[in-house]
């Protein structure tokens, strides 16, 4: 039996995360042995130059020596205690130093722990009970954000999700991305009800689709004149768009942020800060109750300070990867132009979408043509290539990759368009 078989015998579609089952582009997904800098090499032996990163985590690239090594050091020291360790005081003050608007953190160990956590924290401090998120933006599989989500939910077209009561749903609000008009008429028809706007400052789940100019000052101006707080789930963006994640890429203050994937070095972390003020409400300091066994894991949190104190100490670094990206993207770019392809890029996030134009919500994203993006995908897997394997996820460049990966990767697409 292969270990597809055996997979798919055991857990649902054979994996632990829908995406992975490579639903939405056919063929079989390869079971990942190693990795290491920019390569991912299979269970059969084959190597692919990787573009999913884990999903964002691998910034600096795989196993890389500083992390791997604290990582060993953390854990010879123990595993895990259930209670307070010297590590988490470390990695929250370099967090704090380096994210703007955050007094204090809680630290998890998902991206979805801390955006579920951020928002029952927004309610719980405003004492209002509604959320208003975008069509397309995903913030973890919680019931309440499972409404018109991207990632995943959106690959397999699933707007909503089975197991979401009405109950959970209804407090959520969800507009169209990158629509200032929508947003307004939601605040109006919920007057004094709003209890925060959750938002992917750079929607990297659908695609990537940008903010228009002036569209996230004016969802910041909305929330302040509707006294609702500001989300930003920075659980991608967060030292990826620069230290200070999309609050200084932006230049926008948020009221609590969200983050996760790069500060855990590619181990279980999540976490979410807000200034002192609202971070008070969290047990056991106040009412607002949140948890967690594993929560600030000792060797889980070496690994992120081992990254994040690595990123701190060579800041050139995010305009060495977004140069590299800018070159792959650019090319990328010129290739698919005239053949019902468009690229977008930010830094070192990227997408090649299969329309002419470039989406800017879900809708229009959703009208890209999945068939083609299948056939791309299939082009580039049998040629090492290892891309997202759905047209709503991110293309994620690391530090790692080198100018050879590059090429090599613009002269298999050159093959495809040709
Ligand atoms: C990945 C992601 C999450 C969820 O994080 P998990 O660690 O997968 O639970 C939440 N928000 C955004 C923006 C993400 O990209």
Redesign the pocket.
Known sequence: MSILERARSVMPGGVN?PVRAFGAVGGNPPFIASAIGSKVTDESGNEYIDYIGS??PALLGHAHPEIVSAVKQAAEKGLSFGAATKAEVEIAELIISLVPNIEMVRLC???????MSAVKLARGFSGKDKIIKFEG?????FES?LVSA??GAMTYGISGSAGVTDGAAKDTISVPYNSVELLQEAFSRNKGEIAAVII?PL???MGLVKPKDGYLQAISQLAKENGSLLIF?????GFRLGLGGAQDFYNIDADIV?M??II?GGM?V?CYGARAEIMQFVSPLGPVYQAGTLSGNPVAVAAGYAQLSHLKSRPSIYADISQKAGRLFGELSDLAEGHGASVVWEGSLGCLFFSDDLPYDYESAKLCDTQRFASWHAHMLASGIYLPPSQFEAIFVSAAHSDEDISTTISKAKEFFS
């Open positions: 995360s999903w964002g160990s998902s991206g979805t722990e801390a955006a933006c995903y913030h973890g599989h954000m991207g990632s992917e929607a990297a789940n789930d920075e659980v991608i963006t969200v996760g994937k855990g279980p999540g």
